[in-house]
């Protein structure tokens, strides 16, 4: 029942959003800026762009996992689009839960620890996305908008980083919580909620090690800077200027705007908030649309 509201919510969010990206937009323009791009060389550099950060968030996931299961980059990167390609198939996110599938079965790992490390890349990208919407928002200007529209965005992965630092820093405490809460449903769930504790202290395990925290966050950055370059191509085949304030604004929106409910393939939040940063830049509305 709660997948079926969530998909509900999900195809509701995306029905208003399409509705307010075309509202009092002639359909014609947008078609006439579509036809009007130019494919190549900009697309085709663009899509390889896209697969060069597919290949970093592979090298990533192997990084991630690489105390516990050395995996070939070629299995993580695997792993890794199977994940987006559920997500552009099925609701609720669920390509999450296929990716933390794939990566037990792949690196033998316990698919709580599967899940945490799943969990611990999908931070690290909101930090590097709300951190490049920040410089973003400095670079350009009448962008106030954008500091409040952030605000949700940073709550949520404030939250979850500061869940992140506890089994970081104090495994111990965190196994120990669990032990005390699961005693209250007795012995079995005891041993449920330790063993659960465990593989989640676990998926981080690679992040206690300096040298390795300092990889991750450097290979997001570098992975949102990949996507920023392929934003930046996208410019260049609608004739638009080729700049890095305008590319890193429209990706960070565009990828902050996934977390709202939506269909499968984040249809209607990608267009509406790619397209309205767009705007904010003084882009027309129907250039920003064919665009998106």
């Known amino acids: 029942m709660r997948r079926v509201?969530?998909?509900v919510l999900g195809l509701g969010v995306s029905a208003a959003l399409i509705y307010m990206a075309l509202v009092n937009l002639d359909l014609d323009d947008v078609r006439r800026s579509l036809e009007q791009a130019r494919i190549w060389p900009w697309i085709p550099a663009a899509v390889m762009?896209?697969?060069a950060g597919q290949l970093l968030r592979g090298w990533r996931c192997k990084l991630l996992v690489r105390p516990d299961a050395p995996i070939t980059l070629l299995t993580a990167t695997h792993v890794v689009v199977v994940g987006y390609a559920v997500n552009?198939?099925?609701?609720?996110?669920?390509g999450e839960l296929a990716r933390a599938g794939m990566l037990s079965d792949r690196a033998g790992l316990a698919l709580v620890q599967a899940l945490g490390v799943?969990?611990?890349e999908r931070v690290l990208d909101g930090l590097t996305v709300l951190?490049?919407?920040?410089?973003?928002i400095l670079t350009l200007s009448d962008t106030s908008w954008l500091g409040q529209a952030a605000l949700p965005a940073a709550g949520i992965f404030g939250?979850?980083?500061l869940g992140i630092a506890v089994a970081v820093v104090a495994p111990s405490g965190v196994i120990g919580a669990a032990r005390r809460i699961g005693a209250m449903g007795g012995e079995r769930a005891q041993l449920f909620s330790i063993r659960a504790a465990v593989q989640l202290t676990d998926s981080v395990r690679a992040i206690r090690r300096?040298?390795?925290a300092v990889a991750a966050a450097l290979s997001s950055l570098a992975i949102w800077l990949i996507e920023t370059a392929m934003f930046l191509l996208v410019l260049g085949a609608f004739s638009l200027p080729l700049r890095w304030d305008w590319a890193l604004l429209a990706m960070?929106?565009?990828?902050?705007?996934?977390?709202?409910?939506?269909?499968?393939?984040?249809?209607g939040p990608f267009h509406y908030f790619c397209q309205q940063a767009l705007v904010s830049v003084g882009i027309a509305a129907p250039l920003g649309l064919a665009y998106a």
């Open 49 to 51: 762009t896209y697969l």
């Open 210 to 212: 300096p040298e390795l």
């Open 159 to 161: 939250l979850a980083t």
């Open 5 to 7: 509201l969530l998909l």
């Open 88 to 94: 552009n198939i099925l609701p609720a996110r669920l």
């Open 118 to 120: 799943t969990f611990l």
């Open 131 to 136: 951190c490049l919407l920040i410089v973003a």
């Open 252 to 267: 960070a929106v565009t990828n902050l705007s996934v977390l709202l409910p939506s269909s499968p393939g984040h249809i």
